[in-house]
């Protein structure tokens, strides 16, 4: 019997799918039998505390959801990936270092269809040694409202160069809303970008390792409503687009939980918001979607549990800017980019591993959305994330999306299809 335990590390405002996934693991424990020998999986929180930098570890994959916004539990999952051999999901060393601004231009780089951005130094400097003279010496000087009437026109947007929750993000529409936020921005560092208005359609596509699901996103909706229930939104070859994009990304950055924000316009599918560290998962945000979010992840985590795979500490990004170099068009490009995306998530390999030994899964999970457990999933995340006059009525309003979603699914299975 092979033993693998899996540790959770998050913070105290996620309990809707980490709970989910807790008692997947503990009903259905071993998951799979792979190569005839059972994989017997524990689950649990992973708590912080001090530790020794050559301490071993019981874990053998942690999902973090913490690292990127508290600096004891990063540099603990830093030192479980380096010396314990711990598989992340997510990898903390591209995210510290490459934030929406690197994701940006990288994207850039392979021929992504991002929009016009700037960066613009700092409003404040901080207060060190050092810091304003040096700026004096050889910063130039730059006129902001020129910049912004000559390279994007109005409306425009000004959004902090590493993103997150919306935060710092203003849609700009004249001079003076230009520096009023300008001025606000103090020390933190913005980028401007080319406003997308008027779209086609706005995705917000959610990846867990290979398999990434695209959802209509409606930003100007309050956030239980943002995420629309609709599986034909987009043809399917931007379908197709928007999930090769999403695995590009994710697999040049070895971030394998992550969401991409793209905007189709002009016949181009843009992506704007590609970088993030612990994509929204709610049941409250999902709803419809929450439950694939869970087999996703269930699914992934027992593929790389029972077939041993390593977490890839180095990168091979000059592999896909060799492709970008070359004079092929953007389809040509995305293809060849895909295939080393599925190449380093071994798409193939883990899709005949969901058919051969996760075939019970849709089912499991299905049966499970209709239990009492899943009530108290919904109302504790309710509860959490509302005023306490809203509960009963979201409640049942997300109670109703699911039980609509447990609905749909037989009668998509019944006739063949998938949700
Ligand atoms: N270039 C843009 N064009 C149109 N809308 C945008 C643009 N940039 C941001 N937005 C809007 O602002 C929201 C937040 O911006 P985003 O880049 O996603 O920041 P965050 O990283 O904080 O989520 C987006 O979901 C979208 O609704
Ligand atoms: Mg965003």
Same mark, same amino acid.
């Given at each position: 019997?092979?033993?693998?335990?899996?540790?959770?590390?998050?913070?105290?405002?996620?309990? #809707?799918?980490?709970?989910?996934?807790?008692?997947?693991?503990?009903?259905?424990?071993?998951?799979?039998?792979?190569?005839?020998?059972?994989?017997?999986?524990?689950?649990?929180?992973?708590?912080?505390?001090?530790?020794?930098?050559?301490?071993?570890?019981?874990?053998?994959?942690?999902?973090?959801?913490?690292? &990127?916004?508290?600096?004891?539990?990063?540099?603990?999952?830093?030192?479980?990936?380096?010396?314990?051999?711990?598989?992340?999901?997510?990898?903390?060393?591209?995210?510290?270092?490459?934030?929406?601004?690197?994701?940006?231009?990288?994207?850039? *780089?392979?021929?992504? &269809?991002?929009?016009?951005?700037?960066?613009?130094? %700092?409003?404040?400097?901080?207060?060190?040694?050092?810091?304003?003279?040096?700026?004096?010496?050889?910063?130039?000087?730059? #006129?902001?409202?020129?910049?912004?009437?000559?390279?994007?026109?109005?409306?425009?947007?000004?959004?902090?160069? #590493?993103?997150?929750?919306?935060?710092?993000?203003?849609?700009?529409? =004249?001079?003076?809303?230009?520096?009023?936020?300008?001025?606000?921005?103090?020390?933190?560092?913005?980028? %401007?970008?080319?406003?997308?208005?008027?779209?086609?359609? +706005?995705?917000?596509?959610?990846?867990?390792?290979?398999?990434?699901?695209?959802?209509?996103?409606?930003?100007?909706?309050?956030?239980?409503? *943002?995420?629309?229930?609709?599986?034909?939104? %987009?043809?399917?070859?931007?379908? *197709?687009?928007?999930?090769?994009?999403?695995?590009?990304? =994710?697999? +040049?950055?070895?971030?394998?939980?992550?969401?991409?924000?793209?905007?189709?316009?002009?016949?181009?599918?843009?992506?704007?918001?590609?970088?993030?560290?612990?994509?929204?998962?709610?049941?409250?945000?999902?709803?419809?979607?929450?439950?694939?979010?869970?087999?996703?992840?269930?699914?992934?985590?027992?593929?790389? %549990?029972?077939?041993?795979?390593?977490?890839?500490? #180095?990168? =091979?990004?000059?592999?896909?800017?060799?492709?970008?170099?070359?004079?092929?068009?953007?389809?040509?490009?995305?293809?060849?980019?895909?295939?080393?995306?599925?190449?380093?998530?071994?798409?193939?390999?883990?899709?005949?591993?969901?058919?051969?030994?996760?075939?019970?899964?849709?089912?499991?999970?299905?049966?499970?959305?209709?239990?009492?457990?899943?009530?108290?999933?919904?109302?504790?995340?309710?509860?959490?994330?509302?005023?306490?006059?809203?509960?009963?009525?979201?409640?049942?309003?997300?109670?109703?999306?699911?039980?609509?979603?447990?609905?749909?699914?037989?009668?998509?299975?019944?006739?063949?299809?998938?949700?």
């Amino acid at each position: 019997m092979k033993y693998r335990k899996i540790g959770l590390l998050i913070s105290a405002e996620e309990e #809707d799918w980490p709970t989910a996934l807790e008692i997947l693991f503990r009903r259905y424990n071993p998951p799979v039998v792979y190569n005839g020998e059972p994989l017997n999986v524990e689950i649990e929180r992973v708590r912080v505390h001090p530790f020794d930098l050559r301490a071993g570890t019981s874990y053998h994959l942690v999902v973090d959801r913490l690292g &990127h916004w508290q600096l004891n539990p990063r540099e603990w999952i830093k030192k479980a990936a380096l010396y314990n051999r711990v598989y992340l999901l997510n990898s903390p060393f591209t995210f510290q270092s490459m934030e929406k601004h690197s994701a940006y231009v990288a994207m850039m *780089r392979l021929g992504l &269809h991002v929009p016009k951005t700037w960066l613009i130094p %700092l409003k404040s400097f901080p207060n060190r040694p050092g810091y304003e003279e040096t700026a004096r010496k050889y910063y130039d000087w730059f #006129d902001l409202p020129a910049i912004a009437a000559r390279e994007f026109g109005y409306p425009l947007y000004m959004k902090p160069f #590493d993103g997150g929750g919306w935060r710092g993000v203003s849609r700009i529409n =004249n001079q003076w809303e230009l520096m009023a936020a300008y001025d606000s921005s103090g020390q933190t560092m913005m980028h %401007l970008q080319t406003a997308l208005d008027n779209y086609e359609a +706005f995705v917000r596509a959610l990846g867990i390792g290979p398999q990434v699901q695209p959802m209509r996103y409606q930003p100007e909706q309050p956030q239980h409503a *943002r995420y629309a229930i609709d599986n034909d939104f %987009l043809s399917p070859e931007r379908r *197709r687009e928007i999930i090769a994009i999403t695995k590009v990304i =994710n697999a +040049f950055f070895h971030w394998e939980v992550n969401s991409c924000e793209a905007i189709l316009k002009d016949g181009l599918m843009q992506p704007i918001d590609y970088a993030n560290a612990c994509p929204d998962m709610h049941v409250t945000s999902l709803h419809f979607y929450f439950p694939w979010a869970v087999k996703a992840l269930f699914a992934w985590i027992t593929f790389c %549990l029972a077939t041993d795979r390593r977490m890839r500490l #180095d990168s =091979n990004m000059e592999e896909y800017f060799a492709i970008a170099d070359t004079d092929m068009g953007y389809w040509e490009k995305l293809a060849a980019y895909e295939a080393l995306a599925d190449r380093y998530f071994e798409t193939e390999r883990f899709n005949e591993f969901c058919q051969k030994h996760l075939g019970w899964l849709d089912e499991a999970v299905w049966e499970f959305v209709q239990t009492p457990e899943f009530d108290g999933i919904i109302w504790e995340t309710v509860r959490y994330l509302f005023p306490p006059h809203e509960h009963e009525q979201f409640f049942h309003h997300y109670r109703g999306i699911l039980n609509y979603w447990v609905q749909a699914t037989a009668s998509a299975a019944a006739s063949g299809r998938s949700v």
